[in-house]
């Protein structure tokens, strides 16, 4: 599952790891503070990402920040096992997968237009920590690790998954870090002319 691209932030909040596994990654950026720090934050940012905050036995109000604040962490930690090759921690994939089993529902048959149909259940009725134990799980299924990166701004902790068809991208946000980068580069060649 992709989170919806209506812009590279929503409510002040980085949505641009093109994952909804990611994008909660991001959701405590050095530069910008931790947005799931309080109930209200999380209720926020699921409101952002897309996802009931009433969805599955918990939603926003029973959630756990302890919870929330361990599945990013385990997700942040996946990330770099993704993208290095090397083996993740079994307690990370534990985690992982005790939101999917709880998220995890049997298909159910129903009679629609004349026929059989198989039904699923919807990743925004699910447990909003399930939706994302489940979107990261269909992406480690068929990831590339070449194109999972950290922000190329030293200054910026955000990570993406770069899916522009030459893979080149480098900065989490062009109207964010790739414009800082722009800019100074403009200033210190501006600078080297005033000096010749």
Same mark, same amino acid.
């Given at each position: ?47 952002? #990402? /897309? ?11 029973? *959630? %756990?920040? $302890?919870?929330? @604040? ?52 919807? #990743? /925004? ?11 990261? *799980? %269909?992406? $480690?299924?068929? @990831? ?53």
């Amino acid at each position: 599952m992709t989170t919806p691209q209506d812009g590279d932030f929503r409510d002040g909040m980085p949505f641009l790891g093109s994952r909804l596994w990611i994008d909660f990654a991001n959701s405590a950026p050095v530069a910008l503070g931790d947005f799931l720090a309080t109930p209200e934050g999380w209720a926020r940012w699921l409101a952002a #990402a /897309g996802l009931k905050a009433g969805g599955g036995p918990k939603g926003a109000a029973g *959630a %756990d920040l $302890a919870e929330v @604040h361990a599945l990013r962490a385990a997700l942040s930690r996946l990330f770099d096992a993704l993208q290095t090759g090397s083996r993740p921690a079994a307690s990370d994939l534990d985690l992982v997968n005790q939101y999917l089993a709880a998220g995890a529902t049997p298909p159910r048959l129903s009679w629609r237009d004349g026929g059989l149909r198989v039904e699923q259940q919807e #990743a /925004g009725d699910m447990d909003p920590l399930a939706a994302i134990a489940t979107d990261f *799980a %269909d992406f $480690a299924a068929q @990831h590339e690790s070449a194109r999972l990166r950290h922000c190329a701004n030293p200054e910026c902790s955000l990570i993406f998954y770069d899916t522009a068809r030459n893979g080149t991208r480098r900065w989490c946000s062009m109207s964010a870090c790739g414009n800082r980068h722009k800019v100074r580069s403009h200033r210190m060649r501006a600078a080297k002319l005033e000096c010749s």
